[in-house]
């Protein structure tokens, strides 16, 4: 039920390391003594955390600048995660919209479910076999207390979420005995340094957020228990029950207009 340990060889894999809860969870797996594959776009700030987790805890943490939303360049990625010892996947990279569907860019929503469901479903498709041949792995999934829910003016956002955290716990139903855990990360807000998040934490009171450094080091803790879900902070708790079992007639129009508020609209 644990995680494979880590070795000089195996690597732990994290999508979205370039900032906020990607960088929290390579340094945790780093602090763990894992090395590491850092996957984002921004090659710089890459380098500069490989460096620096190099550095601090003598880890080995490898660089893949790649735009996930593009199936042409995630391609290779997904061969090279397909063959190599992966110990841990952190599906982590994921991006939201604000605001009217139909009042969006449509290239970019379809980017967003690229990004947000299709590279999630991929990437996990190229390491499974491999795990399971070894009979150890670990994956976390990043989905959202969003995708618990209807969401209006985050439809695109909501609805990859709720791809993500089906696909996940539905995945760790199918892997019983078989030594590969799959852990749901479902959070409420997350604080991170995110420049995006200074018009958005305006609107949400300052108790709701939790730190992604807290978030990350419940995620591998629960990853290596192999729990099924995990919802950092107790007001996201409440929210995360509230989105699944309160009725979504009731509750699509009241989070619809917080969401409104929250895109500035
Ligand atoms: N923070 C929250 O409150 C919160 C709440 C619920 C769920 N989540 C979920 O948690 C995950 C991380 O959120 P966060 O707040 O840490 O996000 P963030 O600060 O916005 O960081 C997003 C990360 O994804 C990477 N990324 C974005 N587009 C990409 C692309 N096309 N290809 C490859 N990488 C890409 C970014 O790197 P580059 O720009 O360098 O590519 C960055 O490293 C997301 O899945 C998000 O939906 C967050």
């Given at each position: 039920m644990s995680?494979?340990?880590?070795?000089?060889?195996?690597?732990?894999?994290v999508t979205g390391a370039s900032q906020g809860i990607g960088t929290a969870l390579a340094e945790e797996l780093a602090r763990r003594g894992y090395s590491l594959i850092?996957?984002?776009?921004?090659?710089?700030?890459?380098?500069?955390?490989?460096?620096?987790?190099?550095?601090?805890?003598?880890?080995?943490?490898?660089?893949?600048?790649?735009d996930l939303s593009d199936r042409e360049e995630r391609g290779p990625l997904s061969a090279e995660l397909a063959e190599r010892d992966i110990a841990i996947l952190c599906n982590n990279a994921g991006v939201a919209t604000f605001g009217p569907v139909a009042k969006l860019d449509p290239a970019y929503e379809r980017a967003v479910v690229?990004?947000?469901?299709?590279?999630?479903?991929?990437?996990?498709?190229?390491?499974?076999?491999?795990m399971l041949a070894r009979r150890a792995g670990g994956?976390?999934?990043?989905?959202?207390?969003?995708?618990?829910?209807?969401?209006?003016?985050?439809?695109?956002?909501?609805?990859?979420?709720?791809?993500?955290?089906?696909?996940?716990?539905?995945l760790r139903g199918e892997l019983g005995g078989t030594g590969v855990n799959v852990t749901l990360l479902a959070p409420g807000p997350v604080r991170t340094t995110n420049p995006d998040q200074e018009d958005v934490?305006?609107?949400?009171?300052?108790?709701?957020?939790?730190?992604?450094?807290?978030?990350?080091?419940?995620?591998?803790?629960?990853?290596?228990?192999?729990?099924?879900?995990?919802?950092?902070?107790?007001?996201?708790?409440?929210?995360?029950?509230?989105?699944?079992?309160?009725?979504?007639?009731?509750?699509?129009?009241?989070?619809?207009a917080v969401y409104k508020r929250m895109g500035g609209l």
């Open positions: 995680l494979p340990a880590p070795t000089a060889d195996n690597r732990a894999v850092l996957v984002a776009r921004r090659k710089e700030l890459l380098t500069d955390l490989a460096v620096r987790l190099g550095d601090r805890y003598g880890v080995t943490a490898e660089v893949r600048a790649v690229e990004l947000n469901s299709v590279a999630v479903h991929d990437l996990t498709l190229s390491v499974l076999p491999g994956i976390l999934i990043t989905g959202s207390v969003a995708g618990n829910m209807a969401v209006p003016n985050n439809a695109t956002y909501a609805a990859t979420k709720a791809f993500t955290n089906s696909f996940s716990e539905s934490g305006t609107k949400i009171p300052e108790f709701v957020w939790v730190s992604a450094a807290h978030t990350a080091k419940l995620s591998i803790d629960s990853l290596a228990r192999n729990k099924m879900r995990v919802v950092p902070g107790l007001i996201s708790k409440g929210m995360s029950v509230a989105g699944q079992y309160a009725p979504r007639a009731l509750t699509a129009p009241v989070v619809g």
